[in-house]
């Protein structure tokens, strides 16, 4: 096997073989050979009905012709030129549009680098330096928010390498939990400059909002004047056009955008009332900088993509994914396995545990090796999950009924042959 031959080579002089540690999985990742659509074929001949699409990017699918196209125009007269360009106020102006709290937009080459600078304005707009995240939240990997378990100020970096001092103003709660956040709010409200919450918990699996959770955070930020930001480099564009914020119906006062913003290629960005991103430099002295932030290539592959995504599109990801979901559950009720099928229009994933999953603590609660069985099971059918119970799983626009229809039988195949 052709993977097995690279993976060894890619061991040698990448750390674990992979660039990014998700990627890794027993007894080795296949290596990618090209993508077409909802399709991503391996070295070793392979195809996969794919679920994964880069962890969220592809909400096209891959190699878009239209997206492929305008961006070989773009390469044509150049890469970076390190001057603005008429296409970054472009895409500005269709975020604008669609985002409801997006009034400014600074373009950053990540998602992690959103939430860097998310975190710095809100800190130097409230005057004030602790940061409330959730448990099991991902916002990036730098250090001021990797930090996952705990509660309250009993927090712990999440590597060695972050030094405790570094995360002492982040404090984490759990997700859907009020009285935790209140009772926090209560305690340290005034020394609180931001909320930083995925909408749609993506980094855990898939964990969606009570009804009314977001709202609740809407209003206890606004009673404390802390900044709400939702961070929605996985929600942003793929829920509607407006993302978690027109989907729930909640608008925070900033936005992190990441994955579907760059159409495929890499790019973030952070947006929000016009008050608070004025002090982004050079308009104000919130630094924030980038050799590559606003690149022409990214920007034309979102703006390209952005193009693309009308109403039609997103009510057809709705209906894949409850077709998904619907399968799943109704061929998981025959059989003698707890579970939980969870997710909102085209994100999904599945617990093997008979509890409801509402935050980290009861994810974690969930079968993980019945959860790499049921991923490996998937993958020698032909289809392709994020390796990890953790993760998220995404449908495209390129995903049609005969992809899900192939998908359900090679789950049901699989899911058949387990016991929890
Ligand atoms: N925020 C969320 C919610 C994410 O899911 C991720 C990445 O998966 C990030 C931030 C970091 O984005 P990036 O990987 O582009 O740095």
Redesign the pocket.
């Known amino acids: 096997m052709k993977s097995e031959e690279l993976f060894r080579r890619a061991s040698n002089v990448l750390p674990g073989g992979v660039s990014?540690p998700v990627r890794r999985f027993d007894p080795h990742p296949f290596f990618a050979a090209g993508g077409s659509g909802c399709l991503l074929e391996s070295v070793d001949g392979e195809s996969y009905i794919d679920y994964c699409l880069a962890?969220?990017p592809l909400i096209l699918g891959h190699a878009h012709p239209r997206v492929v196209e305008a961006v070989n125009e773009q390469i044509k007269r150049g890469t970076t030129y390190g001057v603005p360009t008429e296409e970054e106020i472009e895409l500005a102006e269709a975020i604008i549009e669609r985002v409801p709290c997006a009034e400014m937009v600074r373009f950053t080459?990540?998602?992690?680098?959103?939430?860097m600078a998310a975190v710095r304005l809100a800190r130097a707009f409230t005057g004030r330096d602790r940061i409330v995240k959730f448990e099991g939240?991902?916002?990036?990997?730098h250090d001021y928010v990797l930090v996952r378990p705990g509660s309250g100020a009993a927090t712990a970096p999440d590597s060695p390498g972050i030094p405790v001092d570094t995360v002492r103003n982040t404090l984490t709660v759990p997700f859907n939990h009020e009285e935790a956040m209140a009772e926090l709010i209560e305690g340290a409200g005034e020394d609180i400059a931001c909320i930083l919450v995925?909408p749609v918990m993506?980094?855990i699996g898939c964990i969606e909002p009570e009804n009314g959770y977001l709202q609740f955070l809407r209003d206890i930020t606004r009673e404390n004047d802390i900044i709400l930001i939702f961070?929605?480099?996985?929600?942003g564009f793929r829920l509607a056009p407006g993302g978690a914020q027109e989907y729930y119906r909640v608008e925070p006062d900033l936005v992190?955008l990441?994955?579907i913003v760059g159409g495929g290629f890499?790019?973030?960005a952070l947006a929000g009332r016009r008050e608070i991103m004025e002090n982004i430099s050079p308009a104000g002295n919130v630094y924030q900088a980038g050799t590559f932030n606003g690149n022409p290539v990214s920007v034309t592959a979102g703006r390209e993509t952005l193009r693309l995504l009308d109403g039609r599109m997103y009510s057809d990801l709705e209906r894949k994914g409850s077709t998904l979901r619907a399968g799943l559950r109704d061929l998981l009720s025959d059989l003698d396995l707890e579970y939980q099928v969870t997710g909102p229009a085209s994100m999904f994933q599945l617990y093997f545990t008979g509890e409801e999953v509402r935050n980290y603590g009861d994810a974690k609660k969930s079968d993980t090796v019945l959860f790499m069985e049921y991923f490996h099971g998937l993958l020698e059918r032909g289809v392709f999950i994020p390796p990890s119970q953790f993760e998220c799983c995404f449908i495209s626009a390129a995903h049609e009924s005969e992809h899900i229809e192939a998908t359900l039988e090679a789950a049901e195949e699989v899911l058949s042959g387990l016991k929890n």
């Open positions: 990014s962890y969220g080459n990540s998602g992690t680098e959103a939430t939240s991902y916002h990036g990997a995925e993506g980094n961070d929605e480099v996985i929600t992190t990441g994955k890499p790019m973030g």
